[in-house]
């Protein structure tokens, strides 16, 4: 059985702190590449960040480039989210999503993605 578990949302002032974990478990816990997207009230899914597997690359969205740093813990099959300088506009919910053989081009692509975690709220007021 394929779990993804977040953890770490909250509330936040503008220029906080919020560090996002997502555990996974079974199928997942292998996974070639994790990332982490979001969704705002109204708002479709939109990326964030991702890991790869071969070679640990990161990837980033632009509007998180250099506030917002994602790592993995191979040993606990854990991914971190670390959100710096959070700002009013990164109020949304969090969904960790993982897959086993998604391409380098669909990295950023949510419909791609085969796992997904419940996801955590976050919200940055101002």
């Known amino acids: 059985q394929v779990q993804l578990e977040e953890s770490g949302g909250g509330l936040v002032q503008a220029g906080g702190s919020l560090r996002l974990s997502c555990a996974a478990s079974?199928?997942?816990?292998?996974?070639?590449?994790m990332a982490w997207f979001r969704q705002a009230p109204g708002k479709e899914r939109e990326f964030v960040a991702a890991?790869?597997?071969?070679?640990?690359?990161?990837y980033y969205a632009d509007s998180v480039k250099g506030r917002f740093t994602i790592s993995r813990d191979n040993a606990k099959n854990t991914v971190h989210l670390q959100m710096n300088n959070l700002k009013p506009e990164d109020t949304a919910i969090y969904y960790c999503?993982?897959?086993?053989?998604?391409?380098?081009?669909?990295?950023?692509?949510?419909?791609?993605?085969?796992?997904w975690g419940q996801g955590t709220q976050v919200t940055v007021s101002s």
């Open positions: 079974g199928r997942a816990s292998g996974s070639y590449a």
């Open positions: 890991w790869r597997r071969n070679g640990g690359y990161t």
């Open positions: 999503a993982a897959d086993s053989s998604i391409i380098l081009s669909s990295i950023r692509t949510a419909r791609d993605y085969d796992y």
